[in-house]
Protein backbone atom coordinates (compact mmCIF):
# COMPACT_ATOMS: atom_id res chain seq x y z
CA UNK A 1 0.00 0.00 0.00
CA UNK A 2 3.21 2.33 0.68
CA UNK A 3 4.67 1.94 -2.86
CA UNK A 4 4.69 3.69 -5.73
CA UNK A 5 5.54 1.83 -9.03
CA UNK A 6 7.50 3.80 -11.70
CA UNK A 7 8.31 2.52 -15.17
CA UNK A 8 10.09 2.11 -17.33
CA UNK A 9 13.60 1.29 -15.61
CA UNK A 10 15.09 2.74 -18.70
CA UNK A 11 14.29 5.10 -21.58
CA UNK A 12 16.35 5.96 -24.36
CA UNK A 13 15.23 9.32 -26.72
CA UNK A 14 15.84 10.99 -29.29
CA UNK A 15 16.10 14.80 -28.95
CA UNK A 16 13.63 16.32 -29.37
CA UNK A 17 11.49 13.73 -28.77
CA UNK A 18 8.80 13.52 -25.40
CA UNK A 19 10.30 11.10 -23.03
CA UNK A 20 6.99 9.40 -20.84
CA UNK A 21 7.35 8.14 -17.22
CA UNK A 22 4.62 6.74 -15.18
CA UNK A 23 4.06 6.04 -11.58
CA UNK A 24 1.11 4.27 -10.03
CA UNK A 25 0.20 3.92 -6.48
CA UNK A 26 -1.99 2.39 -3.89
CA UNK A 27 -2.44 4.46 -1.32
CA UNK A 28 -5.32 7.00 -1.14
CA UNK A 29 -3.69 9.36 1.46
CA UNK A 30 -0.58 10.78 -0.55
CA UNK A 31 -1.18 13.99 -0.60
CA UNK A 32 1.65 15.29 -2.57
CA UNK A 33 3.79 13.99 -5.61
CA UNK A 34 6.84 15.39 -6.62
CA UNK A 35 9.60 14.30 -9.47
CA UNK A 36 13.20 14.68 -8.76
CA UNK A 37 16.27 14.72 -11.06
CA UNK A 38 19.14 13.39 -10.18
CA UNK A 39 22.23 13.50 -12.50
CA UNK A 40 25.36 11.34 -11.43
CA UNK A 41 27.08 12.00 -8.56
CA UNK A 42 24.95 14.26 -7.30
CA UNK A 43 21.61 14.46 -4.53
CA UNK A 44 18.49 14.38 -6.11
CA UNK A 45 16.50 17.91 -7.21
CA UNK A 46 12.88 18.59 -7.30
CA UNK A 47 11.91 18.94 -10.53
CA UNK A 48 8.20 19.71 -10.27
CA UNK A 49 5.31 18.72 -8.35
CA UNK A 50 1.30 18.17 -8.09
CA UNK A 51 -1.14 18.14 -5.98
CA UNK A 52 -4.13 15.51 -6.29
CA UNK A 53 -7.03 17.81 -6.76
CA UNK A 54 -5.03 19.17 -9.66
CA UNK A 55 -5.42 17.08 -13.18
CA UNK A 56 -2.24 18.93 -14.93
CA UNK A 57 0.95 21.03 -14.11
CA UNK A 58 3.58 22.35 -16.02
CA UNK A 59 6.75 24.28 -15.91
CA UNK A 60 8.29 24.65 -19.21
CA UNK A 61 9.23 21.49 -21.01
CA UNK A 62 8.11 19.52 -18.18
CA UNK A 63 4.44 18.80 -17.48
CA UNK A 64 2.82 16.13 -14.90
CA UNK A 65 -0.02 14.79 -15.25
CA UNK A 66 -1.99 13.37 -12.83
CA UNK A 67 -5.20 10.71 -12.94
CA UNK A 68 -6.62 10.19 -9.39
CA UNK A 69 -9.42 7.89 -10.60
CA UNK A 70 -6.32 5.35 -11.88
CA UNK A 71 -4.00 6.64 -9.15
CA UNK A 72 -1.45 7.22 -11.49
CA UNK A 73 0.67 9.90 -11.99
CA UNK A 74 3.19 11.13 -15.42
CA UNK A 75 5.93 12.72 -16.37
CA UNK A 76 6.62 14.23 -19.62
CA UNK A 77 9.05 16.06 -20.71
CA UNK A 78 8.89 18.15 -24.43
CA UNK A 79 11.31 18.71 -26.78
CA UNK A 80 13.97 16.55 -25.15
CA UNK A 81 17.17 17.69 -25.00
CA UNK A 82 20.81 16.02 -23.98
CA UNK A 83 21.16 17.39 -21.30
CA UNK A 84 17.69 16.20 -19.61
CA UNK A 85 19.67 13.04 -19.59
CA UNK A 86 19.50 11.91 -15.82
CA UNK A 87 17.63 9.62 -13.39
CA UNK A 88 14.26 10.43 -12.80
CA UNK A 89 12.24 9.63 -9.60
CA UNK A 90 8.65 10.28 -8.64
CA UNK A 91 7.38 10.37 -5.69
CA UNK A 92 4.69 10.45 -2.95
CA UNK A 93 4.00 12.31 0.39
CA UNK A 94 2.33 11.13 3.42
CA UNK A 95 1.65 12.22 6.79
CA UNK A 96 2.69 16.07 6.25
CA UNK A 97 6.27 14.91 4.76
CA UNK A 98 7.28 11.70 4.36
CA UNK A 99 8.26 10.29 0.31
CA UNK A 100 7.57 7.03 -0.50
CA UNK A 101 9.99 6.78 -3.82
CA UNK A 102 9.64 5.05 -7.10
CA UNK A 103 12.51 2.70 -8.41
CA UNK A 104 13.98 5.34 -11.11
CA UNK A 105 14.28 6.12 -14.48
CA UNK A 106 17.11 6.40 -16.05
CA UNK A 107 17.19 8.76 -19.14
CA UNK A 108 19.25 9.21 -22.07
CA UNK A 109 18.32 11.48 -24.56
CA UNK A 110 20.43 11.20 -27.91
CA UNK A 111 21.84 13.78 -30.31
CA UNK B 1 22.71 21.71 -3.25
CA UNK B 2 24.70 23.31 -0.95
CA UNK B 3 22.73 24.05 1.87
CA UNK B 4 22.82 20.45 2.74
CA UNK B 5 26.18 18.99 3.28
CA UNK B 6 27.02 15.80 4.47
CA UNK B 7 30.80 14.50 5.37
CA UNK B 8 32.31 12.35 4.50
CA UNK B 9 31.71 12.29 0.50
CA UNK B 10 33.06 9.21 0.29
CA UNK B 11 34.01 6.12 2.84
CA UNK B 12 35.59 2.45 3.24
CA UNK B 13 35.08 0.60 5.83
CA UNK B 14 35.11 -2.94 7.16
CA UNK B 15 32.56 -5.80 8.24
CA UNK B 16 32.03 -5.20 12.24
CA UNK B 17 33.28 -1.52 12.16
CA UNK B 18 31.05 1.48 13.53
CA UNK B 19 30.94 4.71 11.39
CA UNK B 20 29.05 8.09 11.22
CA UNK B 21 27.93 9.83 8.64
CA UNK B 22 27.33 13.26 9.74
CA UNK B 23 24.24 15.73 8.18
CA UNK B 24 24.65 19.23 8.77
CA UNK B 25 22.00 22.37 6.88
CA UNK B 26 21.60 25.59 6.71
CA UNK B 27 18.35 26.22 5.18
CA UNK B 28 16.95 26.97 8.72
CA UNK B 29 14.41 23.40 8.08
CA UNK B 30 13.06 21.73 11.00
CA UNK B 31 12.82 18.51 9.11
CA UNK B 32 15.65 15.82 8.54
CA UNK B 33 15.87 12.55 6.89
CA UNK B 34 18.17 9.71 5.95
CA UNK B 35 17.70 8.11 2.93
CA UNK B 36 20.35 4.61 1.36
CA UNK B 37 19.75 4.63 -2.74
CA UNK B 38 20.39 1.08 -4.44
CA UNK B 39 20.60 0.47 -8.37
CA UNK B 40 16.79 -0.47 -8.93
CA UNK B 41 15.42 0.61 -5.46
CA UNK B 42 14.97 4.19 -5.43
CA UNK B 43 15.13 5.97 -2.44
CA UNK B 44 14.21 4.19 0.62
CA UNK B 45 13.96 6.10 3.92
CA UNK B 46 15.93 5.02 7.17
CA UNK B 47 14.71 7.71 9.63
CA UNK B 48 13.44 10.83 10.08
CA UNK B 49 13.12 13.73 12.62
CA UNK B 50 10.69 16.55 12.32
CA UNK B 51 12.15 18.40 15.47
CA UNK B 52 15.41 17.98 17.75
CA UNK B 53 12.93 16.03 20.15
CA UNK B 54 11.45 13.90 17.42
CA UNK B 55 12.70 10.99 15.81
CA UNK B 56 10.95 7.77 13.92
CA UNK B 57 11.80 4.90 11.87
CA UNK B 58 11.10 4.80 8.20
CA UNK B 59 10.78 1.99 5.87
CA UNK B 60 14.79 0.60 6.65
CA UNK B 61 15.83 1.10 10.21
CA UNK B 62 17.56 -2.05 11.51
CA UNK B 63 21.19 -2.06 11.65
CA UNK B 64 21.18 1.96 11.76
CA UNK B 65 20.55 4.73 14.46
CA UNK B 66 20.19 8.50 14.47
CA UNK B 67 21.05 11.55 16.74
CA UNK B 68 19.70 14.54 15.87
CA UNK B 69 22.39 17.17 17.70
CA UNK B 70 20.70 20.41 16.98
CA UNK B 71 18.03 21.63 14.27
CA UNK B 72 20.86 22.11 12.03
CA UNK B 73 22.60 18.68 12.49
CA UNK B 74 21.35 15.09 11.98
CA UNK B 75 24.08 12.09 11.65
CA UNK B 76 23.41 8.10 10.92
CA UNK B 77 25.56 5.71 12.65
CA UNK B 78 26.34 1.88 11.41
CA UNK B 79 26.91 0.28 15.01
CA UNK B 80 28.42 -2.34 13.05
CA UNK B 81 28.73 -1.92 9.54
CA UNK B 82 28.34 -4.91 7.06
CA UNK B 83 28.38 -5.45 3.39
CA UNK B 84 25.13 -5.39 2.60
CA UNK B 85 25.06 -1.63 3.74
CA UNK B 86 27.04 -0.56 1.04
CA UNK B 87 25.46 1.97 -0.78
CA UNK B 88 24.68 5.80 -1.54
CA UNK B 89 23.34 7.60 1.58
CA UNK B 90 21.66 11.13 1.32
CA UNK B 91 20.32 13.18 3.56
CA UNK B 92 17.29 16.02 2.93
CA UNK B 93 15.94 18.90 5.16
CA UNK B 94 12.21 20.18 4.66
CA UNK B 95 10.16 22.34 6.30
CA UNK B 96 6.05 23.00 6.55
CA UNK B 97 4.09 23.85 5.33
CA UNK B 98 5.32 22.44 1.69
CA UNK B 99 7.26 19.43 2.95
CA UNK B 100 9.52 20.32 -0.56
CA UNK B 101 12.65 17.83 0.43
CA UNK B 102 15.99 19.36 -0.10
CA UNK B 103 18.92 16.64 -0.65
CA UNK B 104 22.53 16.54 0.40
CA UNK B 105 25.23 15.41 -2.08
CA UNK B 106 25.50 11.87 -0.50
CA UNK B 107 28.21 9.58 0.93
CA UNK B 108 29.24 6.55 -0.72
CA UNK B 109 30.05 3.68 1.43
CA UNK B 110 31.73 0.53 1.07
CA UNK B 111 31.64 -1.93 3.51
CA UNK B 112 34.57 -4.48 3.03
Known amino acids: QQQVKQSPQSLIVQKGGISIINCAYE??????FPWYQQFPGKGPALLIA?????SEKKEGRFTISFNKSAKQFSLHIMDSQPGDSATYFC??????????FGQGTELSVKP | DADVTQTPRNRITKTGKRIMLECSQT?????MYWYRQDPGLGLRLIYY???????NKGEISDGYSVSRQAQAKFSLSLESAIPNQTALYFC???????????FGPGTRLLVL
Open chain 2, 92 to 102: ATSAKPTGLQY
Open chain 1, 27 to 32: NTAFDY
Open chain 1, 50 to 54: IRPDV
Open chain 1, 91 to 100: AASIQGGKLI
Open chain 2, 27 to 31: KGHDR
Open chain 2, 49 to 55: SFDVKDI
